[in-house]
């Protein structure tokens, strides 16, 4: 008996021994074929890299490139890992109809084009142009798009196999609605329109469930993500109805109290549903992974860490800490409306850089399989009460650019550059790659004889609303030629001189009849022509506010200096040094 349970004993540990040894050979032969996998891999994309160069390059550039190009390389298995994690992740262009949304007709063409660009999908934030109803009807614009209209493009979305994801705003950025009268008394702060109180009831009953219902009403059932905004929460505890929550003090707890109550709403309308948040204020406020009630909240939510500079400005402790509290998470870069309050053409070559940025964050990630997703966010204006800035048009070049960096990482910029110029049907003859990253650099204005439809027609490419881009790009080269020359003529004929009749008379008569008129000519013939194509693709009241911010205010600019200019004299002669002093205040003056 004692024999044969040696014998089972021993049989069963050589039948175990055999498994394991099984295994080690297992794992052995698929890490050989992985590094194999990698090996061919390298070689592949070296190849390829090499036959496309061979294509475009001299011999000294082949060389050149060709040392640069191993350098990168020599970190393949990364990039191979990073190329992989890119591949699985959602890139959804962000559409903001903040007062600049385009007719439905520009969005037939666009949608396909942002495919084309190489989009998996859009999250559109209607703001004040959803169809919203009943009490909240007084909040909508007057030009909405139609609960129609909003169908035929969640249809167009789906025929181009594109996912949807709504973003309403429900803390922060709510100006659409609190700026109306009988909603101000639901304003955390009473003299400013930017954030709803959680401490009423109301905000819930009257605004903020009634928003939620409507959006999900019209969206299709197989919607998988909303986005609740809740970023740039700026008055929290300030509202005389929060004393009576003696059990909410920091921002912390306001801000989870009133979150918590938002995706509990979404969650019994829709269980499956995942919520989306801006992460700022919990960067900024509740930075920790073992505080229990931040780990609690976690689970709750689907974090987007936003960020737009050109080296993404987030200390890597945050995402440290990040990968310990999600189980997924969403980044969100810009490709417009994230440089200037008043800008007409995208910064590309920043919003380039901050993708790059963003690749180099996604390879460092602690795990990079909880990366779901890229936002690239579009932004229209700074907030519902500032003005308009970069509309679509204006940007689909920087939006196509940064699809193709993320696409395309483990290439070269000039590739990177080339399939974006192919997707934007251009011909750049004469120009290099730094014509896409900055297209004014095309020219510096120097010839004033420049006519406007030499202005109009410099961008070579096609692409929807490739004649607006060129009429908006022609307008911020003339922009910037007025604001050079103004600024040489302001100089020469300042308030000191024209005081004391001590000035450059050439200069006075070149101004009063040549440049000014000049320049205010051009200002008006881009109004005439700007109408015709703003009328093809957006809305009557757009083209009226471009025109009123971008060029009527030069065409006063330029009446008013030149109605100061034509009070001066040229005089007879001109007095002998030192001029007549004057008063101290009156220099300061003319200084500021």
Partial sequence: MYTIRRRQKLRFWLTIGLILLFIFFFLLINQTKSIEDSDRDYHRRRDSYRKKVKEKYSADEQVELEQENNEELKDGASKSELARTMKSMQKLVHLDLKGSPPKLNYLKELIPFMKKSGATGVIIEYEDFFPYKDDLESVTNQNHYTNQELKQIFDLLKQNQMSLIPLIQTYGHMEFVLKLKQFSHLRESPEHYQVITPCLNESYSKVLYKMIDQILEIHPEELEYIHIGCDEVFFINQNDACKKMPHLQTTKDFFIYHVTNLVNYVKSKRPNLGVMIWEDMIRRNMLSSNDYSIKTFAKKIVPVVWNYKAQVEIDSDVFRIYDDLFSEIWF????????????????????????????????????????????????????????????????????????????????????????????????????????????????????????????????????????LYNWLLGLRILIHGFETKHAIYSEILNSYNLKNNFFNTIKLKEAIDFMYPMFKTKFIEFLTLGEKEFDKLFYTDLYEEISAVYVQRYVSLIEERLTELNKTKIPESAPIRPLNKINKLDVAQSVL
């Avoid at 810009?334 to 901050?354: D, Q, V, W």
């Avoid at 932004?379 to 696409?407: F, N």
């Avoid at 110029?421 to 014509?435: E, P, T, V």
């Fill in 332 to 467: 969100a870069s810009a490709f417009k409306g994230a440089t200037r309050h008043l800008e007409i053409i995208p910064n590309a070559e920043l919003h380039h850089s901050n993708h790059l940025s963003w690749l180099s964050i996604i390879r460092n990630f602690p795990s990079t399989h909880k990366i779901k997703g890229m936002i690239l966010t579009g932004w229209s204006r700074y907030d519902h009460m500032q003005a308009v800035c970069e509309i679509l048009p204006a940007s689909l070049p920087s939006m196509t650019l940064c699809l193709q960096t993320l696409l395309n990482y483990q290439e070269e910029n000039a590739l990177v550059f080339e399939e974006t110029k192919k997707i934007l049907n251009c011909d750049y003859s004469g120009h290099d790659a730094g014509f896409l990253l900055d297209p004014t650099s095309v020219t510096n204005f120097t010839k004033l004889q420049v006519s406007v439809q030499e202005l109009t027609s410099l961008y070579k490419c096609d692409f929807p609303g490739a004649h």
